[in-house]
């Protein structure tokens, strides 16, 4: 079995030839999770870079590790003398500043403790909304969501982290590209909601062919360099899964807090535990549950429960976190004519947008308590 004891011990074992002058070499934020490692790596030569995470993918492949993500930091390392001990002890009081939602940011955050939302005196809420499969509507609730929280008079962001999924700007009908003042960009506002996505920077839906230390730095450039201003809430659309940038956001914002998304189904519930237990081993609180496409209404207004019943309680339980809705399989009437027309945002006044509104109301309790 793959432990973080053996991960820092076979990266120390060929990490020397790649220091900085004048520092040593340590490995911080080390996650093992099913043989996937993540560690940013402290201390290397900026030139080196390149040779030593080859190198550290090659050892730990040896090790028994699947795959191998790092993350790069400059800057004084501790003592190489601390050994294993000592980055498994800095780990551990990592995760002790996580849990209090102080310290450093980390990882491709590193650097950015001055900037506004990140800072510790930022009154920002952080929510990440995750899944963990593609296809069960977390992009589409995470719209709503922020619009319902704009609607309760919440000044809302979103960040359209889902790389290579793009969709928040085509589901609130944002045609227009963000501005650049003062070399500052700033984001795309619609229904009081402050929207910034890898879609506004692409052309003709071309699809985006990175590796893991790119999406990371995309990331971080959504804080470094766009103008936000005062937000209570930021939601960050997260792919689905628990890779790169799930892994990102858990360290670059220790005080996020998370909301899971699934369906009905069994097989969905059983995969976006995963999820779940990723927000719990990084220490995020769940905020809860949203079980979206729960039933459909018929004309006669009966349910049917096309993909089953029971996932989003299921789930729920198995985290011991609260079920936030159960959200009909439907899609907004709204017609291309309207003025502030969006093909997946429902009005406040149907059904479904109420739900919305009763889910903000609930998120503003547990964040603002």
């Given at each position: 079995m793959l432990t973080r004891e053996n991960v820092i011990e076979a990266a120390e074992s060929v990490a020397a030839p790649y220091k900085a002058e004048g520092t040593q070499i340590t490995f911080r934020d080390v996650v093992v999770k099913d043989r996937h490692v993540s560690m940013t790596v402290i201390g290397a030569a900026a030139s080196a870079e390149s040779a030593l995470e080859a190198a550290l993918r090659e050892a730990l492949t040896a090790a028994g590790a699947e795959t191998v993500h790092c993350r790069f930091r400059s800057g004084e390392a501790a003592p190489q003398a601390a050994g294993s001990a000592g980055a498994a002890a800095a780990a551990g009081a990592s995760a002790a500043g996580a849990a209090g939602g102080a310290g450093p940011v980390r990882g491709h955050g590193a650097g950015l403790e001055a900037n506004?939302?990140?800072?510790?005196?930022?009154?920002?809420?952080?929510?990440?909304?995750?899944?963990?499969?593609?296809?069960?509507?977390?992009?589409?609730?995470?719209?709503?969501?922020?619009?319902?929280?704009?609607?309760?008079?919440?000044?809302?962001?979103?960040?359209?982290?889902?790389?290579?999924?793009?969709?928040?700007?085509?589901?609130?009908?944002?045609?227009e590209r963000p501005e650049v003042v003062n070399e500052r960009v700033i984001p795309i506002e619609k229904f009081g909601v402050k929207v910034m996505s890898m879609g506004f920077f692409v052309e003709d839906n071309a699809p985006i062919v990175w590796r893991g230390p790119m999406l990371g730095k995309m990331l971080r450039n959504f804080f470094a360099e766009?103008?936000?201003?005062?937000?209570?809430?930021?939601?960050?659309?997260?792919?689905?899964?628990?890779?790169?940038?799930?892994?990102?956001?858990?360290?670059?914002?220790?005080?996020?807090?998370?909301?899971?998304?699934?369906?009905?189904?069994?097989?969905?519930?059983?995969?976006?535990?995963?999820?779940?237990?990723?927000?719990?081993?990084?220490?995020?609180?769940?905020?809860?549950?949203?079980?979206?496409?729960?039933?459909?209404?018929?004309?006669?207004?009966?349910?049917?429960?096309?993909?089953?019943?029971?996932?989003?309680?299921?789930?729920?339980?198995?985290?011991?976190?609260?079920?936030?809705?159960?959200?009909?399989?439907?899609?907004?009437?709204?017609?291309?004519?309207?003025?502030?027309?969006?093909?997946?945002?429902?009005?406040?006044?149907?059904?479904?947008?109420?739900?919305?509104?009763?889910?903000?109301?609930?998120?503003?309790?547990?964040?603002?308590?």
């Open positions: 506004p939302l990140l800072g510790g005196s930022s009154g920002t809420h952080f929510i990440a909304v995750a899944s963990g499969k593609g296809g069960v509507g977390k992009s589409t609730v995470t719209v709503n969501l922020a619009v319902a929280l704009a609607r309760r008079g919440k000044r809302v962001g979103i960040i359209d982290a889902d790389i290579y999924g793009f969709s928040v700007p085509d589901m609130m009908g944002i045609e766009i103008e936000w201003g005062e937000l209570d809430y930021l939601l960050l659309d997260l792919p689905p899964g628990t890779g790169d940038v799930a892994l990102d956001v858990h360290q670059m914002i220790p005080q996020s807090k998370e909301i899971i998304v699934t369906t009905p189904h069994a097989t969905a519930a059983f995969v976006a535990a995963r999820a779940g237990a990723m927000a719990i081993k990084t220490e995020h609180e769940i905020i809860g549950i949203v079980e979206n496409m729960s039933y459909y209404i018929s004309k006669d207004g009966e349910h049917e429960y096309v993909f089953g019943r029971g996932g989003g309680a299921r789930l729920a339980e198995s985290l011991n976190a609260d079920l936030l809705a159960q959200i009909p399989l439907g899609a907004p009437d709204n017609l291309a004519t309207e003025p502030d027309f969006a093909p997946c945002v429902y009005k406040a006044d149907t059904d479904t947008g109420r739900i919305y509104l009763e889910v903000a109301d609930s998120v503003i309790a547990k964040c603002e308590a």
